[in-house]
């Protein structure tokens, strides 16, 4: 059964740091591209980050790029985005996803809320 399953979210100052983790089951992690997606009240789903499945490459989002990392461990069959210098506009659910078309799987989604 395969299962993505996110942690590390919560409630953060504006500045302030958060690191998700995404913990992957059921199908072979290391084939497949890893990202986070994020969606905010009443706005489509939007990519944030992405990795290779061998880690080699990342692309981000212009509006993260500088502020969040993404990065993943093979052995662990785990994904991180480290946020960094937060604001409120990246208040969202967030979401992992792993791809190797045509398969997509998708995980429940964390809450981010950056407030004060």
């Known amino acids: 059964q395969v299962q993505l399953v996110e942690s590390g979210g919560g409630l953060v100052q504006p500045g302030g740091s958060l690191r998700l983790s995404c913990a992957a089951s059921g199908f072979s992690f290391s084939s497949y591209a890893m990202s986070w997606y994020r969606q905010a009240p009443g706005k489509e789903r939007e990519l944030v980050a992405a990795?290779?499945?061998?880690?080699?490459?990342?692309n981000y989002a212009d509006s993260v790029k500088g502020r969040f990392t993404i990065s993943r461990d093979n052995a662990k069959n785990t994904v991180y985005l480290q946020m960094n210098s937060l604001k409120p506009e990246d208040t969202a659910v967030y979401y992992c996803n792993a791809r190797w078309a045509p398969r997509q799987y998708w995980g429940q989604g964390t809450q981010v809320t950056v407030s004060s």
């Open positions: 990795i290779t499945s061998a880690g080699g490459s990342t």
